[in-house]
């Protein structure tokens, strides 16, 4: 069986400092990939609390795809916050990188 890559090289994302992020609304992403992302979050979480380490994460916003560097303080089933108290919908995500 041959698993489907999201190939994120071709994707062209705008990138917004976090304090921006709650200037747009964010939508599901085409692809819902929370699941996949659990373990890239969890490791986030732990790299800006013990480490003060920043993330990349893109998300799907009603007006395309946003990149923002920042800490993710926490993560639940459906959400993540990053420092400053924003919150991003797991829905909307479209890659972690560190």
Known sequence: MMVEQLNVSEMKSTMI?????????????????????????????????????????????????????TTVWSATENSIQLKGGVIIPLSSIIMVSF
């Open 17 to 69: 400092q976090k304090e921006e992020i709650e200037n747009y609304l964010m939508v599901p992403a085409a692809e819902d990939r929370s699941k996949e992302l659990k373990k890239e979050l969890e490791y986030a979480v732990r790299l800006g609390n013990e480490y003060k380490g920043k993330t990349i994460i893109t998300f799907q916003t009603s007006e395309g795809p946003m990149t923002v560097e």
